[in-house]
Each structure stands twice: as C-alpha cells, then as structure tokens.
C-alpha cells in the first residue's frame, strides 16, 4: 500500500474510527481509482486504529503532568 493511500485512510479514520472497511475501499477507489483489497485494507486499519490510539494514551498519561504544572502556574498568580 502506498503512503499516498495510507494517509487518506488514516485521514477517514481519524474523522470515524468506525468506519467499516468496505467504506474505506469503496473512497479509495473513488479518489485514486484503485482497489485495494479487503485484507490490506482491514490490516491498514487495524494499524492506524491502534496508532492513533495509542497516541492517546500517551497523551492521557502526561495529562495530570500538566494539570499539575498549570494548577502550580495559577496558584503563584493569585
């Protein structure tokens, strides 16, 4: 699978994370006028799913980090 294809999936699942595969194919084929088949595609987005995810995870976890360092910030203000 190319880059090219691979960000515009990335992109539909970052705007529906639960986009059906058949979907995803069915705008890929439209845009780039290529089939890419049903495995490829649902691998891609397993890949992307967890990714984009896991981004979130780690965000989650360095949020109190910052909770707390604008709490202190907002507390020396006053």
Same mark, same amino acid.
């Given at each position: 699978?190319?880059?090219?294809?691979?960000?515009?999936?990335?992109?539909?699942?970052?705007?529906?994370?639960?986009?059906?595969?058949?979907?995803?194919?069915?705008?890929?084929?439209?845009?780039?006028?290529?089939? !890419?088949? $049903?495995?490829?595609?649902?691998?891609?987005?397993?890949?992307?799913? &967890? =990714? /984009?995810?896991?981004?979130?995870? !780690?965000? $989650?976890?360095?949020?109190?980090?910052?909770?707390?360092?604008?709490? &202190? =910030? /907002?507390?020396?203000?006053?």
């Amino acid at each position: 699978m190319t880059n090219t294809i691979a960000d515009a999936i990335r992109l539909l699942i970052e705007a529906d994370s639960s986009i059906k595969v058949k979907s995803i194919i069915a705008k890929v084929q439209s845009r780039f006028n290529y089939t !890419v088949s $049903y495995y490829k595609t649902w691998l891609e987005k397993q890949k992307l799913v &967890a =990714k /984009i995810f896991d981004d979130w995870k !780690v965000f $989650y976890q360095t949020l109190p980090v910052w909770l707390k360092a604008m709490t &202190a =910030k /907002i507390s020396r203000t006053e």
